[in-house]
Every structure is written in structure tokens, then in C-alpha cells.
């Protein structure tokens, strides 16, 4: 069988959606064992409208799309990111290592805004809720990434290594 053609975009898209589907589908589970389902979507797009200044999102219900909106095109935007650096590795693979560096930062970041925001806009988000979305969506992005780019791992050692060929 012919090797398919790989398409950053196509590809990232995906990824994209992978990410922003677990993220969604982790967070209805949380919620709705805690008894309050959606609440997670609802009360992050209440902070998007404060944000926008959008009074048009003022009910519960378009918070929620709203939010969800928002949430898929930003993880889309990161999927498309993730497949250029994952296709740029073929050629450069020490890209790699400075990927790793940005995941673990970016992560950090996060957490570091839940403790912040913890009391106030983001109460009843509990880091560990986030940490665990978080590695999921990772997790299935790279993991998609990894069998569409089976040589991904050759790269990778290559840039921890840091050897040349």
C-alpha cells in the first residue's frame, strides 16, 4: 500500500480535535458525578464573555457553545502548531527538544493560573482536574501524532541525545 501523503493542516485539525474532545468529555464526566453537569464549559464561558464584553453570552446555554467554539478553534490553532513542529523534525530534529521545554512551561503556566485564579474566577477547578485534562489531551494529540509519524521517535531521541548522524 502507498504511503499517504501527510497534510499539516488536515493533520493538526485533527490533533486539534482529539485534544478538545477529551478535554470536553473529561469535564462532563467531572461534572456530572459532582452533580452539576456542563458547569465546567459554563462557567469558563462566563469569563470568556467577561473578558470579550460579549452581554450577547448571557444565558447558560450560549456560554456554553460559546465556549465550546472557543475551546475547539484554540486547540485547533495548537494542533495545527504541534504537526508543523512534528513535520519540521523530519528535517530538523532538535525542534524537538525545544518542544518538550514549551510543553512543560505551557503546563506549568496553566497550573500556575488555576492557583492564582483559584478563589476567584476559576473557584471549584481544582488543579489536579485540569492536570489530568491536560495529560489526556496531550497524551491523544501525541499519540495520533506518533502513528501518523511513526519515525517521530528516532527524532526525538535524536534531539534528547543530542548526537549527530
Do not use: C
Request: glycine share 10%.
Amino acid at each position: 500500500m502507498a504511503e499517504r501523503q501527510h497534510n499539516f493542516l488536515r493533520e493538526g485539525i485533527f490533533a486539534g480535535f482529539i485534544g478538545a474532545t477529551a478535554i470536553a468529555v473529561w469535564f462532563l464526566i467531572v461534572d456530572t458525578i459532582a452533580g452539576h453537569p456542563l458547569y465546567t464549559p459554563k462557567l469558563l464561558g462566563q469569563g470568556l464573555a467577561n473578558v470579550l464584553g460579549k452581554t450577547m453570552m448571557d444565558s447558560p446555554a450560549l456560554q456554553v457553545i460559546g465556549y465550546t467554539i472557543f475551546h475547539y478553534a484554540v486547540f485547533v490553532i495548537v494542533g495545527i502548531v504541534l504537526t508543523v513542529i512534528i513535520h519540521q523534525a523530519h528535517r530538523t530534529p532538535a525542534i524537538l527538544a525545544g518542544l518538550l521545554m514549551m510543553f512543560v512551561a505551557f503546563e506549568l503556566g496553566a497550573y500556575m493560573i488555576t492557583g492564582l485564579f483559584a478563589e476567584g474566577p476559576l473557584k471549584g477547578l481544582a488543579w489536579y482536574q485540569i492536570f489530568v485534562a491536560n495529560l489526556l489531551a496531550s497524551l491523544l494529540m501525541f499519540w495520533y501524532l506518533w502513528k501518523t509519524h511513526p519515525q517521530i521517535g528516532g527524532h526525538f531521541r535524536h534531539a534528547l541525545e543530542g548526537t549527530d548522524d
